[in-house]
């Protein structure tokens, strides 16, 4: 199907651990990018990773594109309850594919 | 500045009904998509337009959906007749010229078939 896989589907950590979320993809791809969606709100653009081996950083979270860009992951140091929500990878060809998600939950 | 205006909001119908999602993009921007999300199936592109032209409507599920884009600044999706598995969350996005642009979801259209 269109979509890009992406694990765990669901994630619950206690605030304060941390938290990573892989997208795979069978193809080799020209770029990633990542987006969160807030529960009951709508998917909002985190960052865009291009280049093969790249790692960007935000603040807590780490971004990182695979040296044959077929994967790509997202790392979440010291989760706190503001970081719930699910996010989505999406490959980038003539259109925006986004992948399964995964849903991250954070108990206080 | 203004985002992707999405209406209606929330929309209930009952089977058998025709359904119509608007959505204004953002000013300026060349590329409209239509995506559909499900908890079973996730965020699926329907049909995206460039410049008012669809480009490529390969994820419109049926012939029961259509969808158009009369100018740059409107653009509509259209059930007839509405399905209970129609139910889902529409959102309409847009974005500056392909590739590699960041694309701006609106609020979505939550639809409910009963």
């Known amino acids: 199907g269109q979509q890009v896989m992406q694990i765990p589907q669901y994630q619950h950590v206690q605030e304060g651990e941390d938290f990573t979320t892989y997208c795979n993809s069978s193809t080799t791809l020209s770029n990633i990018q990542w987006y969160k969606q807030r529960p009951g709100g709508h998917p909002v653009f985190l960052i865009q990773?291009?280049?093969?081996?790249e790692v960007k950083k935000q603040k807590r979270l780490t971004f990182q594109f695979g040296e044959a860009k077929k994967n790509s992951s997202l790392h979440i140091t010291a989760t706190q309850t503001t970081d719930v929500g699910t996010y989505f990878c999406?490959?980038?060809?003539?259109?925006?594919?986004f992948g399964t998600g995964t849903r991250l939950q954070v108990f206080p | 500045d203004a985002g992707v205006i999405q209406s209606p909001r929330h929309e209930v119908t009952e089977m058998g009904q025709e359904v119509t999602l608007r959505c204004k993009p953002i000013?300026?921007?060349?590329?409209l998509f239509w995506y559909r999300q499900t908890m079973m199936r996730g965020l699926e592109l329907l049909i995206y337009f460039n410049n008012n032209v669809p480009i490529d409507d390969s994820g419109m599920p049926e012939d029961r959906f259509s969808a158009k884009m009369p100018n740059a600044s409107f653009s509509t999706l259209k059930i007839q007749p509405s399905e209970p598995r129609d139910s889902a969350v529409y959102f309409c996005?847009?974005?500056?010229?392909?590739?590699?642009?960041?694309?701006?979801f609106g609020e979505g259209s939550w639809l409910t078939v009963v």
């Open positions: 999406a490959k980038n060809t003539d259109k925006l594919i």
């Open positions: 990773l291009v280049k093969s081996g």
């Open positions: 996005a847009s974005s500056f010229p392909r590739p590699g642009n960041t694309i701006y």
């Open positions: 000013s300026g921007h060349d590329y």
